[in-house]
């Protein structure tokens, strides 16, 4: 997995320091199998010389390691997993001092303890975790600390947050009670609050105490061999990722099982399968709802253009919107004309969300299905805002002055659309895209939504009960798209974890 994980802490003198990194090294050359004492560029091990004066600058607040490296190697994978005061790299230790001011200052969690996000394509994606471990001679008898991920890929750095956040408040409780026990161990020996309140009237005193030098973190924590076991959670955090996050579409979500044409295959690394670009890609849909198998030739998207002209703009965007939310959508009318109608709607939202009962003899509840079409002499209830209703006209029952469809709904659309909405309307507009090109594209979109509901869901199977508005922004969501989230996650298990 290729993400830097490092300890930051707020010196008292210099600021927001790095004291510790750990990173990935592998080797790719598959045909010498030797093991090796170390897997990455050798000129990586030389890089500790151009950082010796810099760490003679630091106190012993912000000093850890020192020139003394911690190696760990999986030699099955060929990896090396290497740790240090600093980042070897000299571009990586810049980005990673730059995500350290911002992690101890600015980008911090209401009430200051948590997990936040920031990032860019520039200077990466960053997952921030700041806690606080107790020192008795701190400032505020407090030491404030937190851990980075750097990575440069958001999605999947943002899809592991959850593996992220478990194992380092691991790391986090360990280390506190550490510090804990030293805490009250010098308080019992000498509190250090009313030592402080008797010296603010002592010149002496408190000049004492201003050239105090802050502590070495392995002296907060009482523990000798605190970054030996910081380096071994951090290896095991970058091993289990690699092994067991890998990216693959989330087709337990989606409707269509994407079969890919694999004759033009490249050799790649593994875990990845790029494909000749030159050749096409087939994709096979399998669709699995038996009463849509005779419109399994029919693209979607031409179904929801003709029924988008047919009912108006207006009326349109208030059952694309109860299609998305999750509301139940009823037709009425002749038993082809619904379910290709059924067929191009349940197409927006991902399978595992489609409750479908075609040509059904009598009306059921929204809890049964939440798509159902029905004859016109079936019974039906009268409009309400948790069922839209479509009625179709049959044929012989239609004149000059008659719709061919009629919606009836007395629920009210948001004053701020989801974003999801926003860009299925966007896209409906632009005349020039053919339809084959919007099924690619609402299929994309459809994927990252469900990707997004996928990573929420999981955070609220781990126990977390916290609010999750930063994790959204972070995924490119907002309060407009949580009941779109809410819906879509009704398709995943109960318990994720």
Same mark, same amino acid.
Not at 296 to 319: A, E, K, W
């Given at each position: ?101 911002? #992690? /101890?200052?600015?980008?911090? !969690?209401?009430? %200051? ?11 990466? +994606? *960053? ?75 002592? #010149? /002496?005193?408190?000049?004492? !105490?201003?050239? %105090? ?11 000798? +061999? *605190? ?76 179904? /929801? ?193």
């Amino acid at each position: 997995m290729n993400a830097v994980i490092a300890l930051c802490t707020f010196c008292e003198i210099h600021g927001p320091k790095v004291i510790f990194t750990t990173q990935t090294y592998r080797s790719f050359d598959d045909q010498n199998t030797e093991e090796l004492k170390f897997y990455g560029p050798k000129e990586i091990l030389r890089e500790a010389q151009a950082l010796g004066s810099e760490q003679q600058q630091d106190c012993k607040g912000c000093h850890s390691l020192g020139n003394l490296k911690y190696l760990s190697n999986e030699h099955e994978t060929r990896t090396s997993f290497l740790s240090a005061q600093q980042s070897l790299m000299q571009d990586i230790g810049a980005l990673l001092k730059y995500a350290c001011i911002r #992690s /101890l200052s600015c980008e911090v !969690h209401p009430g %200051k303890e948590g997990v936040c996000y920031f990032g860019d394509e520039t200077r990466g +994606h *960053v997952l921030s975790h700041t806690f606080c471990v107790k020192d008795a001679q701190s400032r505020g008898l407090r030491r404030w600390c937190s851990f980075i991920v750097f990575m440069r890929d958001k999605q999947f750095l943002l899809n592991m947050w959850p593996f992220f956040v478990d194992n380092l408040k691991e790391v986090m409780r360990e280390l506190q009670e550490f510090a804990e026990k030293k805490y009250k161990a010098e308080e019992a020996e000498c509190p250090q609050r009313v030592l402080r309140l008797a010296s603010v009237n002592s #010149s /002496l005193g408190s000049n004492s !105490h201003a050239n %105090k030098q802050p502590r070495a973190f392995s002296d907060i924590t009482n523990e000798k +061999h *605190v970054f030996v076991r910081i380096h071994m959670w951090f290896v095991w955090i970058l091993s289990a990722g690699a092994r067991h996050f890998v990216e693959i579409l989330p087709v337990s979500l989606l409707d269509e099982e994407l079969h890919f044409s694999m004759e033009h295959r490249n050799d790649a690394e593994e875990g990845f399968a790029p494909l000749n670009a030159k050749y096409p890609i087939n994709l096979n849909i399998d669709n699995r709802i038996p009463d849509f198998k005779n419109f399994s030739g029919l693209n979607p998207v031409t179904v /929801l253009r003709n029924l988008r002209q047919l009912l108006g703009r207006d009326h349109f965007r208030q059952i694309i919107y109860a299609v998305l939310v999750g509301l139940q959508i009823l037709i009425r009318g002749p038993h082809a004309d619904a379910v290709e109608t059924l067929y191009g709607l349940s197409s927006l939202i991902p399978r595992a969300c489609q409750r479908v009962r075609t040509q059904a003899p009598e009306y059921l509840e929204p809890k049964i299905c939440n798509f159902i079409s029905v004859d016109t002499l079936v019974a039906v209830p009268m409009p309400c805002a948790e069922v839209c209703r479509l009625d179709i006209v049959p044929v012989q029952h239609r004149t000059e002055d008659t719709r061919s469809h009629i919606l009836r709904w007395t629920g009210d659309l948001p004053a701020k659309l989801p974003t999801l909405l926003v860009k299925l309307e966007k896209a409906f507009d632009n005349q020039k895209l053919a339809d084959s090109v919007l099924r690619v594209h609402f299929s994309t979109l459809k994927e990252e939504w469900a990707n997004i509901a996928k990573v929420l869901h999981t955070m609220h199977g781990r126990g977390y009960r916290g609010n999750l508005t930063s994790l959204m922004i972070s995924l490119g969501a907002g309060s407009q798209d949580k009941q779109i989230l809410d819906a879509w996650s009704m398709g995943l298990p109960s318990n994720p974890a």
